[in-house]
């Protein structure tokens, strides 16, 4: 079945011709958890890239460790650790036991992060989107999936102070394979 963001996003952007099919298993070993399928169905149909020359969705097993979701999940994480020991403010929703973010994307020429918030005794199709600001302690939570957010950002449905004007199309989709 479909993910219904998924349906609109490929409607909005036409996917690349050529599908891939990560196995997902030993990505979900070294994050611990299994990721949500509306990012499976994603990186399937478009793999990483960059939506509209702007948010760049992480892809397991990028060559370029920038791109790639295990190495930004360790990066970031060490990051955030480093910040919040020094004292900036983590925000609330991550202060509860078991619960963390895992970046998926990021916008381009921003700095800005998109994580995942997983809630403990969350589903992954229950995760929903925090932005962290790329040059400081601001975040912005969206009670969105990961393609329900790239929706929002493209048709305008999505207010946020740090990802905006994208509604304009016509959108666009560039893969790694073309740009790495």
């Known amino acids: ?3 219904p963001s998924l349906a609109r996003l490929t409607a909005l952007v036409p996917p690349p011709s050529t599908r891939r099919s990560p196995d997902w298993s030993p990505v979900e070993a070294a994050l611990g958890s299994p990721l949500p399928d509306d990012y499976k169905r994603i990186i399937e149909t478009y793999g ?3 939506f509209d020359e702007t948010i760049w969705v992480l892809e397991p097993g990028c ?3 920038d791109y790639d979701l295990l190495a ?5 994480g ?3 650790a480093g910040l919040w020991a020094a004292g900036e403010p983590q925000p609330a929703a991550l202060r509860a036991e ?3 973010v895992i970046p998926w994307a990021y916008v381009e020429g921003a700095g800005h992060y998109l994580y995942w918030l997983a809630g403990p005794g969350q589903e992954p199709a229950e995760w929903t989107v925090l932005l962290n600001e790329g040059r400081g302690p601001e975040w912005e939570h969206h009670a969105l999936t ?3 957010f790239l929706v929002g950002v493209l048709t305008g449905e999505v207010e946020s102070c740090y990802v905006g004007g994208l509604a304009d199309g016509p959108h666009t989709f560039t893969p790694n394979a073309d740009i790495l």
């Open 1 to 3: 079945m479909t993910h």
């Open 98 to 100: 078991g619960a963390r």
């Open 78 to 80: 060490d990051a955030l």
């Open 146 to 148: 990961c393609a329900g």
């Open 48 to 50: 990483g890239g960059v």
């Open 72 to 76: 930004e999940a360790e990066a970031c």
């Open 63 to 65: 060559s370029d460790e």
